[in-house]
């Protein structure tokens, strides 16, 4: 089955630094999503992205299907932006199968 | 409009026993997949449900069961609880199950003792 590798696996910034977290697929997929889960175990929703680029205030995503990767881009970052980040993917005959990565656990200090 | 909704937040149960879990998606969305989150063995596919059918269906025991709607709201049941049940239980829907986002509830853990 497809792959999903997500680097790195712990990330440790001080408030008001950039990153780039990254998500590697073995196979093409027609769905491509960011999500941060926070505290309380809520995934939520960052970018539907299979393919492009999207902005949204600091967090910005890039997924590049021919290579098959993606990038999420969190600038500025707050502790607020604490939490682990899924990038997860979904292929042609898996209905509502999104398979996951192991996540990039983020943690901004003051 | 309304997220979607999963109850209930948390559950103790015992050993043998079973449980049902509920959710509600988002208002149009006809399918809902069901994930089991442990810090072992990361978020995996249980199944997923589109217009009362399950179309797709992740590598656990038949303990694990599931259903769906007309409203489409989704029940799952676990039977026979094992220690290794205890888990956050999380569901997503989306519009079509294929191609499309998907949005999660707030999850159920559930914690077996």
């Known amino acids: 089955g497809i792959q999903v590798e997500q680097s790195p696996p712990d990330l440790i910034l001080q408030e008001g630094a950039n990153s780039t977290l990254r998500c590697n697929f073995s196979d093409s997929v027609n769905n491509l999503q960011w999500f941060h889960q926070n505290p309380w175990g809520q995934l939520i929703n960052l970018f539907y992205i299979p393919s492009g680029t999207k902005q949204n205030g600091r967090l910005s995503a890039t997924t590049v299907a021919t290579e098959r990767y993606s990038l999420l881009y969190i600038s500025s970052s707050q502790t607020t932006d604490s939490g682990v980040y899924f990038c997860a993917v979904n292929y042609g005959g898996s209905q509502g199968n999104l398979i996951f990565g192991k996540g990039t656990k983020l943690s901004v200090k003051p | 409009k309304a997220g979607v909704t999963q109850t209930p937040r948390y559950l103790i149960k015992t050993r043998g026993q079973q449980v049902t879990l509920s959710c509600s998606p988002i208002?149009?969305?006809?399918?809902v997949s069901w994930y089991q989150q442990t810090p072992g063995q990361g978020l995996q596919f249980l199944f997923e449900y589109f217009s009362e059918t399950q179309r797709n269906k992740g590598n656990f025991p038949g303990r694990f069961s599931g259903r769906q709607f007309s409203n489409s709201r989704s029940e799952m049941n676990v039977s026979t609880l094992e220690l290794g049940d205890s888990a956050l239980y999380l569901c997503a829907s989306s519009l079509s199950g294929t191609g499309n986002g998907y949005t999660f509830g707030s999850g159920t853990r559930l914690t077996v003792v």
């Open positions: 208002s149009g969305h006809r399918s």
